[in-house]
């Protein structure tokens, strides 16, 4: 870069910041503003904070403010809303007016600017895309007609694992053959296609770019150019890796989009049609397309959509409970007899089993509360100036809810800090994950809740049943524990390390 462009900048940044000041204190007079630490001019408070506000920090915060506080990230307002009570208003009783999101340039590039579902503010496009994917992804019915491939893909996993002596001795890193089998859930669901093995090239490649597409999203190293706009020319070299690493995602998408169309334009020469039944769900929002209700790049939009939004959550959470399970012999004890008695042994848990196994639902919903993959849920935005609990919330601020915490907070949860399902069927028997309890938001709730929590449960309920009732799970010899340290981001709680985890086959 040059120095005349250096130069430019910052007296750009030194012009706007003034201003900025002049314009915040004029109008700071007429504002009550939620409390938060003194800003200092053009950073705010991101030197004092640090770029890794992680749910525990944000906590800690929460503490000293109180439940609604405010920070300055340079010029971006952020809100965190650490409460229940404050939850319901920005959820549900506000829910209209806190129901946008915030877009950063990343996700600019990976949303087309709001072209997607999850990134899109609340209004008439994002109620289109909500109702085209609701018939085809987030229905029961949806659920009753792939439970058997859900079934057939964790059949597949246990055949690998049994097959595989490594698994039994020194262990394997169970995560990516659970990965592969969601990549086959969805793709399924999408495309009516699967992935034969970890080794598919063409599974390798759709996973790496997918893979890169979410570090690039959660990564930190970018948020100097979303708090402070004016410095965005320095973000060319990596918003330029973006485009590209989506135009490649892109190109996957539509060759199997093309296969799709392909397949329907035989079908209809040769009079046959898979119509109704077998239809995937890209044949039903294509029919969306040719009646004009959406474009052809909405539908690719969808599609990464749940390329990111199903896969990896679900993925994440699995990855938990397995870890949990390993790190807590009885509680993995207690299930695999709950299987056993309720099932009998080796009769394989089904989608209808699930909901007459209330400890694998307790140890579910336990792995959602401490491992919450998605802890400030996805960051919601007021278009409008508004208000919480008498506070002004200036308009286009992000309001971020601490999902995690208010689900970890001691003063309401029993010894919240252990991993312990009973207390789903003990003082929190009444608490569902749909949002029943505004303690417990694993999905969200209200308008940009969680569509997939339809699809996602089920799922990890065969997963995390079936993997119990075929195997004893335990850390790789020399180890006490898994190691379960976490990985923030953006957006997410992650396994820092993917574990090695033995799974030695059970004889029936
Ligand atoms: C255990 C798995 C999952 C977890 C924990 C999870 C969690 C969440 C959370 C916390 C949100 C944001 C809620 C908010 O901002 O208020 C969300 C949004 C979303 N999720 Fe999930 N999710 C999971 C699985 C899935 C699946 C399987 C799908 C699709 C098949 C999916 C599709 C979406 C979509 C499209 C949105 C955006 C909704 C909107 O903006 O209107 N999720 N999810």
């Known amino acids: 870069m040059d120095l005349e462009i250096l130069y430019k900048t910052l007296i750009a940044i030194f012009v706007s910041s003034t201003l900025a000041i002049l314009l915040s204190t004029l109008r700071g007079r007429k504002l009550r503003l939620p409390p938060g ?13 640090g770029d890794d506000l992680n749910p525990q920090s944000l906590a800690d915060l929460a503490r000293r403010f109180g439940d609604v506080l405010l920070l300055r990230m340079g010029q971006r307002n952020l809100v965190y809303v650490s409460s229940a009570d404050l939850a319901r208003v920005v959820l549900h009783t506000q829910g209209t007016e806190f129901g946008s999101r915030t877009r950063n340039p990343v996700f600019d590039i990976f949303s087309g600017k709001g072209q997607d579902m999850v990134f899109t503010v609340y209004g008439d496009h994002w109620r289109k895309m909500r109702r085209i994917m609701t018939v085809p992804f987030f229905t029961n019915k949806v659920v ?41 859930n969805l793709y399924r669901i999408m495309f009516d296609r699967r992935f034969e093995s970890e080794e598919d090239p063409l599974f390798l490649k759709l996973r790496a770019l997918n893979n890169e597409r979410s570090r690039l999203g959660q990564s930190l190293e970018y948020n100097y150019a979303d708090f402070i706009p004016i410095l965005r020319p320095f973000l060319r070299g990596y918003l330029k890796v973006c485009r590209d690493i989506k135009e490649r995602r892109w190109k996957i998408f539509n060759d199997f989009l093309e296969e799709r169309k392909k397949l329907a334009s035989k079908e209809e020469a040769e009079g046959v049609t898979t119509k109704g039944e077998l239809e995937c769900a890209v044949d039903h929002i294509l029919e969306t397309v040719n009646k004009g209700e959406i474009t052809e790049d909405n539908l690719l939009y969808m599609v990464e959509n749940v390329n990111v939004a199903a896969i990896e959550t679900t993925t994440w959470t699995m990855e938990w409970a397995v870890l949990e399970l390993v790190n807590h012999p009885d509680i993995q004890q207690k299930l695999r007899h709950e299987l056993d008695t309720v099932l009998g042994k080796g009769v394989q848990v089904t989608e209808p089993d699930t909901h007459r196994l209330p400890y694998l639902q307790a140890v579910i919903k336990e792995t959602l509360r401490l491992r919450m993959v998605i802890p400030l849920l996805v960051p919601h935005m007021n278009l409008h100036a508004a208000k919480i ?56 709730v209200g308008r940009r809740s969680c569509p997939g929590m339809i699809l996602a449960l089920p799922i990890v309920g065969i997963t995390i049943g079936r993997l119990v009732q075929n195997f004893e799970l335990f850390p790789p010899k020399g180890m006490e524990k898994l190691d379960d340290r976490v990985n923030g981001g953006q957006f997410s709680l992650r396994v820092m390390t993917h574990s090695t985890v033995v799974a030695k086959p059970r004889v029936f």
């Open 144 to 184: 009753q007609q792939n439970r058997e491939g859900f079934e057939f893909e964790m059949e597949r996993v246990v055949e690998d694992l049994r097959g595989n002596p490594k698994a039994a001795t020194e262990g394997i890193v169970l995560r990516q053959r659970l990965q592969l089998m969601m990549y086959n």
């Open 389 to 444: 609990d008498s506070y002004d919330i200036p308009a286009e601020s992000r309001v971020i809810v601490n999902a995690w915490w208010i689900a970890n907070n001691p003063d309401h949860w029993i010894r919240p800090e252990e991993f312990r399902p009973e207390r789903f069927l003990e003082e929190e028997a009444s608490v569902e994950p749909h949002g029943n309890d505004f303690r417990y938001l694993p999905f969200g």
């Open 37 to 49: 630490p003194l800003p200092v001019p053009i950073f705010g408070n991101w030197f004092q904070l």
